[in-house]
């Protein structure tokens, strides 16, 4: 990309998260279909049982929690810390794009 010195960049961050966060959601979502769709199965879709019912957890978690993420950047309050309203860096939102606490809250969080 091409662009002068003093200009600021053009594109807005958020709006690069909201083309990602859509992306991880449809992606997710489908992943979720697939795997409740193996979980009907008698066989499991060749899944162990336990991997499957871990996997549906996470997935189900992500798509939820991007969801929430999408739905926040629509009230504006998207990129503040859930538990100290702290901005969160955007450099941990362009690794974690759903991410609803800042660093030390989540360490907090998790323990
Ligand atoms: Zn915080």
Known sequence: MTSTVHDPPV?????????????????????????????RQPDRGGFDDDILQALIGSSRQVVADTARALRRMAEGSYGACERCATDIPLQRLEILPHARFCVPCQRKRTG
């Open 11 to 39: 594109r807005d961050p958020i709006e690069e998260l909201r083309t990602t966060l859509e992306e991880q959601f449809q992606r997710h979502s489908d992943q979720l279909a697939h795997l409740t769709v193996c979980s």
